[in-house]
């Protein structure tokens, strides 16, 4: 690969850097809230993508586009408020 210099540098910031905070966040977000808790963060994905690439790329939202993130909200909301409560086991 004969890329510059800055475009090797950027790689290297963005793939250790950016992914490193965000797994060192996760694995703070498995301790706070539990595994249940933190997976459920990863379907709220898809609607913070929605709502960005329509602030930054003036992308139109649809009806289905909302229905979608209702039960998706919908979904994990009743996943942490009301799901079973397990006793916590320490490891």
């Excluded at 905070?21 to 933190?38: D, K, N, Q, T």
């Excluded at 960005?52 to 139109?60: D, M, P, R, Y």
């Excluded at 209702?70 to 079973?84: A, D, K, Q, R």
């Amino acid at each position: 690969f004969d890329l510059p210099r800055k475009v090797w540098i950027s790689i290297l910031l963005l793939g250790f850097l950016c992914t490193g905070i965000a797994y060192v966040a996760f694995v703070i977000l498995i301790r706070r809230m539990g595994p249940v808790g933190a997976s459920s963060v990863l379907f709220v994905v898809p609607v913070a993508g929605m709502v960005w690439a329509n602030i930054f790329l003036n992308e139109s939202i649809t009806i289905s586009m909302l229905t979608g993130c209702f039960l998706i909200l919908l979904g994990v909301s009743m996943t942490n408020f009301y799901g079973p409560k397990l006793k916590e086991h320490k490891l």
